[in-house]
Structures are given as structure tokens and as C-alpha cells.
């Protein structure tokens, strides 16, 4: 069991897989298997916030899509407040929805544009048969003016905002129901850095009044270090290592996490510092190396030893999880996880 | 915008700055560039000025909406027609005025001195033709060869930015590649003539992060093999601090600072320029504190204020009221606009 939560686990997946089928030729057979996600387990604790990094095409949607079981994992347990609800059907998770919500990157694709401002965040209460059409009303005033919407937002459409504002509307829409956990799929990916900072406080206020915890996924190291508690780094279908957010950016073990944190852009000209520039992309989950994924990319001459090798997650500090690879860690850590 | 003659006005006031380095390979003076909407005509571009030598990289910074895609697209005469055009200044590339010059010249131009890259490396590129031949298609419109040798030469070209097994990659078409092979291939052609400016708009911003490092260094490393010049058009100080020499700030169509990229980020000026540095989350912050933001929005195209657009922001009244900042140099090349509010500390003794 990796690293849970300090304050107890509102969500676990243990193990989980994902796999998707390819299919070719005439009659659609099956001819291979996409890994997604490929045996992962992470703890969310109450009022946690777990960020969540990697190149695009390592999993990172899939496994946020299967926390809230909105994919059926192939194997693993997804257990939520101490249910399981791996095998839940549609019908049965239903009044779990209310608990669980997502906020997407793109806000203008996740808003239905023929609906209004008021009727895309009433729909949750409709559906979860809360309050009447008067109670509904109220509420809705007080989302849009809790989410820094101006009050006569609610009978606009959502083209007739700018992007930040828009996210604004799809945050006011997830936090309707008073959710326990709030999946966060690149949220600021799309914006403006002053309006990226903006979403950034309005997420942070509303966990911080709420305890909501956050499962929050983006591509800028920078921002997720500033919101997480703790950081996974996914690649291939895989977490690769897992620590809290100050020990991922000041202490990371894994050749893979040093190289995402070296390409980061850091705004400052004055600073010199040495980049891992990593060759190639993340190679295709669908004919994955035997071996250590990450070893077989750079080339790592300790390769041939991992294939058949376990290489799980060792702690090798309290609460530092870091995938048990001779290729991506220093000798000094190996020596330490063996 | 109600005045007379906006273009001319402009240029005017913009001519008052100092010429700006006699024999740079760009430079661009009062550049107005407008488009034509029901709501009238619109100034997306209002009086940008910056030079760029040989060899130098300058960076465009600044939110979405402040004309930074359309000051690049001005200067080569791509903006959309009818509806966009330039009403005045002056874009001098070696010594020509672009704005003059005949299509056909203009033709030349475009991808055989002046390369360009644009965000989305999708929809730069065919669906329907090999990467081979959409490459090969710079050779044989500016260099006249013939197929062969065009499809040799571009063989030679993808090599050039590092894209593995190139004779079998040629044969490909735009869908096999990933993100970052289908912009290396776009470099390819926007590089394949050997321009003396590479124009990039957003070059890494659908890309990864460990690819957008790989892309930036390629283009630094033909840039510095070539001698070639580059503008560099990007949301991301990041990005900007580690690949520019120098640095336009642009906001509401308006350039608001330009400086040298290490003295931008160590003496930031203006108001605007410190809140997006501000606004960034950087490691040494408490993690979970609160981030600085700018507050207001952007005033739209057809509202926007003929005097200090940023205190237009901020809801304030510039001391300068409807006037129209002036740039100012406050220390040897950088360049602020002068309004006293946006501008605190020195900038507003040297005002």
C-alpha cells in the first residue's frame, strides 16, 4: 500500500488496471491491448489534495476517469469511504455522484451551449431531487456569487464568457452537491496566467471552507507543486514516484521526475541550470518495453536487468515512494531500496 | 476608436521614440493593423514598435486577445481579407518595407526569408499529403529544383531537426506522427530555405513539457548554426526568460515595456508587467498561499480607452486622462509607457 493520506483515506484504488482493446482487420478482432493504466495504487485523504503529472498519453485522464468510476477498471479495487465500488453498476453509483465531481480543461466542450449559466448548474440538483424550483433558485445565486460570477450571470449563455469565467461556471456546477472529492483534469491548462492564478485561489478557497479533497491533474509542474499535498509522477500507465509536493521538487529519485523538473521553463533569465533533455516520446502503451519503461527510452545500460524484475513502489524515505528501478535511480538510492 | 485619422495619429506619436538600432534586420515602426466588424473598425494592433538584429531572439508576451498573433501575422501579410488589414507603419526587413513591396515579392519572402510556426502543428499541415511532399514543396516553389532533388533535400531537412529515420518518416502523412514530431516537421519547412527570421507563434503550447524543453532547444541550436534571427510569440514567461535576448510586454494591442529579457525581470516597470510576473506560482512561494492576480478584465475591442488602457483595467483614472501614454526610455533600452500610475518607484523620477 503506497503512501495514504495523513488524514485517513477518503478514496483508495489499489492495484488498478485499465486496459483498452485495439481491434483491426475486417472482422474487428481483437489484435492488442492499450495499458492505460497498469496496476496503480494511490490513497486521497480527506481535505487532501493529490497532484497528478506526466507527459500526455501516460494515463493520467484514464486513471482520474476510473477514480470516479466513470471507467470500469479491468482489474484493482476503487474503494471510496471505505465501499468498495469497483463493481458498482451505473444505477447503484449514482447517489455516490453527488460526492464525487470533475472539472474539466476545456470549459467551452464541458458546457452545453444551449443551456443557460443557471440551467447548467441546476441540473445536479434537479437530479439529485434537491430543493424546490425557489430553494434551487437561491442556491444557484449563491454558487455564482461563491465562484466570483456576477449576479446576472445565470440567464447568459456560457459563450458569452471569457474562458476563466466560463471554468468559473463548470466549478460552480461541480461544487452544486457540496462534493467530497473533486477531480480536477487540467483546470488552468487553458488560461491566461492571471486567470490561471485567479482559478488557482477560488480552488484553494473553496477546499479550504469546504475540505474538499482534490485529485488535480495538469502538465505545469509549477502550478501543481504550489496546490498538491502530494505528487505522483505517472509514466506509462504507471506511478513511477510519490511523495509530498516539497520532496518531489526538492529531493526527486526518480531519473524521470529530475528530467520533468528540469524542463520546467522557470521565469527567470538569471538562473543557470543544467536540463535533462529527454530524446524521443513516451513510447507506445500498447507494445510497452518488458523491462523499466523509462530505462528502455534513455537508453540505460542496466536495462536487460529489469525485464522480468519487480519494479513496484520501495519507500524509500517516510512516506517517499519511488519505483524499485536500477535504471532511473541514483546508485546511492539504489543501494538504499535494496 | 472615434478619432480622425487613427493610423496617422498614431505613427505619429510612436515616431517621437528614438529609431531604434539603425541596421537591424527587422524593424517594425507604429505598426497598426485593424480589422472590419459590424461594430466598426477595430484596432487589434495600435502602434507596436521593436527591431530585431541578426541573430537575436525577441520575445512577444502578453494574455490572450492583446494582439500578439496578429502583430506577427501583420508582418507578412497574412491577416485574414478582407476583414483584417494594416492601416499603417512601417515593418523595414532588410532595408524593404514589407507593406510596399509586390505579391509576388512578398511571395519570396514568406517561407524563403521569413519562416514561420504556428501553434497547432495539425492544422499547419496537410491530412492528405505525405509529410514528404509538403516539405518538398518549399524546395520546389524557392529553390526551383526539381521532385527528386526536392525530396532528397527534404529528407535532409527533417534530419536537420532530429526526427529519427527520416527516409522512412517522409513517406508518412501528419496522423502517424506524435505532437512533437509534426512540429519538428513544421520547423522543417519553416527552416528549409534558410531564413534569416524564423517567426514562431506559440510554438510549444500544445506540447509536453519534456518536448516543448526538446523543440526550444532545437530551434536555439539551428539558430545559433544558421545566424538566423527569431520572434518568439508565447503566454509563458518561463519560456520567454529562457529563450529571448529581448522582451515586448504587450497588452490591449499595445506594446507596454520593452527591455532586454534580464533586465525585464529584474526592474519589471510596468504595472502590468509585475502582475504577470507576480501571478506566476514559482517554488520558493509558501505552497496552498495565495496567488497574486490582476483584477479587472479586459476591456473589449470596441471599448477600449484612448488613454492608458491598463488603469482602464484597473477601473482608475490615468493622471494622463485621455492622452496616450508615451514609451520612455528609463534605462539604455528599455522602454516603459509612461503612464505615472502604472509605473512605480524609479520609472516614475525618470518620467
Known amino acids: 500500500m503506497s503512501g495514504v493520506g495523513t ?4 478514496l483508495s484504488v489499489e492495484d488498478v488496471k485499465v486496459h483498452f482493446p485495439v481491434r483491426s482487420g475486417l472482422m474487428l478482432r481483437q489484435t492488442g491491448q492499450v495499458k492505460a493504466v497498469d496496476g496503480v495504487s494511490l490513497a486521497i485523504g480527506e ?28 482489474a484493482g479495487s ?21 460526492d464525487m465531481q470533475m472539472i474539466f480543461q476545456d470549459p467551452v466542450e464541458s458546457l452545453n451551449p444551449r443551456q443557460s449559466v443557471r440551467q447548467i448548474i441546476e441540473e445536479p440538483l434537479i437530479i439529485h431531487r434537491q430543493g424546490n424550483a425557489a430553494t434551487r433558485r437561491r442556491r444557484v445565486d449563491e454558487l455564482l456569487e461563491r465562484v466570483g460570477l456576477p449576479a446576472n450571470s445565470g440567464e447568459k449563455f456560457s459563450f458569452e464568457f471569457s474562458g476563466g469565467q466560463r471554468q ?16 480536477c483534469d487540467e483546470p488552468v491548462s487553458a488560461l491566461d496566467v492571471s486567470v490561471q492564478s485567479q482559478i488557482i485561489n477560488l480552488l484553494l478557497e473553496l477546499q479550504r471552507e469546504m475540505g474538499i479533497s482534490y485529485l488535480f491533474i495538469a502538465h505545469d509542474l509549477a502550478v501543481v507543486q504550489h496546490v498538491s499535498d502530494r505528487v505522483a509522477v505517472m509514466y506509462l500507465g504507471k506511478i513511477v514516484e510519490l511523495a509530498t509536493a516539497e520532496a518531489i521538487y526538492q529531493r526527486p529519485c526518480h531519473a524521470y521526475t529530475k528530467a520533468l ?33 523509462f530505462g528502455h527510452r534513455i537508453s540505460h545500460p542496466r536495462y536487460k536487468e529489469t525485464v522480468g524484475m519487480d519494479l513496484g513502489l520501495v519507500e524509500i524515505e517516510q512516506g517517499h515512494w519511488v519505483a524499485r528501478d536500477p535504471c532511473c535511480l541514483s546508485e546511492e538510492d539504489w543501494k538504499k531500496v535494496q | 476608436m472615434k478619432d480622425g485619422d487613427p ?44 527591431s530585431v538584429n541578426r541573430g537575436q531572439t525577441l520575445g512577444i508576451v502578453g494574455e490572450s486577445g492583446c494582439g500578439k498573433s496578429v502583430t506577427a501575422m501583420s508582418l507578412i501579410s497574412l491577416l485574414p481579407r478582407p476583414a483584417g488589414k494594416v492601416l499603417g507603419g512601417e515593418v523595414i526587413f532588410k532595408g524593404e518595407d514589407l507593406q510596399k513591396v509586390s505579391e509576388t515579392r512578398l511571395h519570396e519572402v514568406r517561407g524563403g526569408e521569413i519562416g514561420t510556426i504556428f501553434q497547432e502543428p495539425m492544422t499547419a499541415l496537410n491530412p492528405v499529403h505525405r509529410i514528404g511532399r509538403q516539405v518538398s514543396e518549399v524546395f520546389r516553389l524557392h529553390k526551383k529544383m526539381d521532385k527528386k ?6 529528407i535532409e531537412a527533417l534530419r536537420m531537426t532530429r526526427i529519427p529515420s527520416p527516409e522512412v518518416r517522409v513517406g508518412d502523412y501528419p496522423h502517424q506522427l506524435s505532437g512533437g514530431m509534426r512540429q519538428r516537421v513544421v520547423i522543417a519547412m519553416a527552416l528549409a530555405c534558410q531564413p534569416d527570421l524564423l517567426i514562431a507563434d506559440e510554438p510549444t503550447t500544445a506540447l509536453d513539457v519534456t518536448v516543448q524543453a526538446q523543440i526550444l532547444d532545437l530551434i536555439q541550436g539551428l539558430q545559433a548554426e544558421m545566424g538566423m534571427a527569431a520572434i518568439l510569440i508565447t503566454h509563458d514567461l518561463g519560456v520567454i526568460a529562457e529563450n529571448c535576448d529581448l522582451v515586448v510586454v504587450m497588452y490591449a494591442g499595445r506594446v507596454v515595456e520593452r527591455a ?32 497574486n492576480t490582476i483584477p479587472g478584465m479586459v476591456a473589449s475591442l470596441s471599448e477600449m480607452a484612448s488613454g492608458c488602457r491598463f488603469c482602464q483595467r484597473l477601473g482608475r483614472r490615468s493622471s494622463l486622462g485621455d492622452e496616450r501614454p508615451e514609451l520612455r526610455e528609463v534605462s539604455p533600452g528599455h522602454w516603459v509607457e509612461a503612464c505615472p500610475e502604472c509605473c512605480g518607484g524609479e520609472a516614475r523620477e525618470s518620467v
Open chain 1, 7 to 10: 488524514r485517513g483515506p477518503l
Open chain 1, 47 to 74: 481535505g487532501e489534495t493529490v497532484g497528478l503529472v506526466g507527459e500526455s498519453g501516460c494515463g493520467k485522464s484514464t486513471l482520474a476517469k476510473a477514480v470516479v468510476r466513470l471507467l470500469k477498471p479491468n
Open chain 1, 78 to 98: 476503487v474503494v471510496f469511504e471505505g465501499a468498495d465500488i469497483t463493481h458498482l453498476s451505473p444505477r447503484a453509483l449514482r447517489p455516490l455522484r453527488s
Open chain 1, 168 to 183: 468559473r461556471i463548470g466549478i460552480a456546477r461541480a461544487i452544486a452537491l457540496n462534493p467530497k472529492l473533486i477531480v
Open chain 1, 261 to 293: 523538473l528540469s524542463a520546467i521553463p522557470e521565469a527567470d533569465p538569471a538562473a543557470e541550470r543544467e536540463r535533462i533533455l529527454l530524446e524521443g516520446d513516451v513510447p507506445s502503451p500498447i507494445n510497452p518495453p518488458e523491462g523499466s519503461a
Open chain 2, 7 to 50: 493610423a496617422k495619429a498614431t505613427v505619429r506619436q510612436i515616431y517621437q521614440e528614438h529609431d531604434p538600432g539603425g541596421d537591424a534586420l527587422l524593424r517594425v515602426q507604429g505598426l497598426v493593423s485593424a480589422f472590419d466588424t459590424e461594430r466598426g473598425l477595430l484596432k487589434a494592433v495600435d502602434g507596436v514598435s521593436f
Open chain 2, 149 to 154: 532533388e526536392a525530396w532528397e533535400a527534404a
Open chain 2, 260 to 291: 532586454p529579457v534580464k533586465e525585464l525581470f529584474a526592474n519589471p516597470m510596468h504595472a502590468y508587467t509585475r502582475g504577470l510576473l507576480n501571478s506566476i506560482p514559482r517554488l520558493s512561494l509558501p505552497p496552498k498561499s495565495e496567488l
